[in-house]
């Protein structure tokens, strides 16, 4: 009996001690949470821009519009004017921050590029000058033209107007090429038969050129054919027509109208004429001892027959002469 | 004998049955006494991308919802992390980086809450020289938030 007595309090005790231990456990525990952080860095930056019209981004010296660049590489930006602009270029930014100094002056560098770049530009009121330029174009075959500095003077004044000086003034950029152009294929029959017509029995045609004057006024061209002043040009006569004795000249249709131009300058390789009006022109020739100048195939005889008629016509009154005295 | 032994186990199965309940015969006055377990529920930030470039990225919060906590107890979350973002294809090129407090932008190392609501807003920090520097590539850490029921 005092066994169960025992066995019975016992139990009562651990019924009384659960709770404790329970407590016990709650009283300080623990766990873990993870979370990831991810990034994402792009391999390349965009470089694009707001500019006006005129205006164009140069970017290691080549224009672009909109590209991309690999991120951290290096580059230099620099911004400059065409033809369509007139304007001066006020500010210049990148994502916002001023760069004009840098930009507008050696350039704007970007030891490594981290993030994309857009450039905006804007304009001042100030006009900026025009420019007014000058330049030759010699196509296939045709012959060069000398122009001394003084030459493109005289020809820029007798091409452009003085409502073409003014515009340049107000910033219009302005090109007079002059263009010399072989047209031997493709001069049209009837204007050569004026020109044969024109230099019968006297020259022999040598060249056919289309001489031209293209004046380009803020891109639009107008072909120059009559200038206020003429002008002289200096053509090199080409190797194929150059002979001991010849002479040259120029033969000018323009209009239908052929006019007879004569060289004005003593060198046997060049050919110097003035003129106003431009189309097309012929350096035309002749042989000084040739009866027939228009006809210049050389046939290989070149004995001097008035020479031995000569000399026959002696040489008979000479043994005429001996012949009588003999008799006498 | 019997009669005490019958006394003696009467008593225990009463005790057993009506648990912490002591009646004073004396004063006739009754003590009911429970437990309570302590329950709460921690929020943590989930995984997050951050877009290229931005100085300072919600990361979330770290909350204490739905907590009844015992009196003396507090819950401490800890934040372990190396705060460096490794390039998952070249470890060596590494990205630095902070979590702050948006209150008041100290660095978060470990929040402690004692009742339901309280909580620490979080921010992703990466300064703006290390995104420049920072090579192509994707990057990626774990950071881990311990938390712990505790003494106050």
Known sequence: MKKIVCFLFSLCLLSFSVPAVYAEEQSSYSYDDATKISVTVPEYHSVTGELPDGVVLYMDGNAVNATNVKRLSSHTFTIGNTDGNNRKIDKVYVNGEDVTEEIMGEGYNVPSVYRDLFFTVTLGDEILPGNLEFSSEIGKNAPTVKLTPEDIQAIEDAVLTDEDEESVKNGSQINIMLSVTDVGNSITDREKSLINAFISGKFTPGEYLNIEILKTTDNVETYVTQLSNEIKLTLTIPEYLRAENRTFAMVRLHNGETTLLEDLDNSADTITFSSDKFSVYVIVYADQNSNNPTDTTNTGDTTPIALLVLFLTVSATTLCLFGKKKEN | ?152
């Open chain 2, 1 to 152: 004998m019997k009669k005490a032994a019958a006394v003696i186990l009467a008593s225990i199965i009463t005790s057993l049955a009506v648990t912490s309940v002591t009646v004073h015969a004396e004063d006739r006055s009754t003590l009911i006494t429970t437990t309570i377990s302590p329950t709460f529920t921690v929020t943590v930030p989930l995984s997050v991308k951050v877009p290229f470039n931005s100085i300072s990225t919600d990361f979330g919060t770290v909350s204490l919802d739905a907590a009844r906590l015992e009196s003396d107890k507090c819950v401490v979350v800890t934040l372990e992390t190396d705060n460096t973002l490794d390039n998952k294809s070249n470890p060596d090129e590494t990205i630095p980086y902070s979590i702050h407090n948006k209150s008041d932008d100290s660095v978060f190392v470990s929040g402690t809450y004692i009742s339901a609501g309280e909580k620490s807003d979080l921010s992703i920090n990466i300064k703006q020289d290390d995104w420049n520097s920072a090579y192509a590539g994707d990057y990626e850490d774990t950071v881990t938030f311990h938390i712990q029921y505790t003494d106050k």
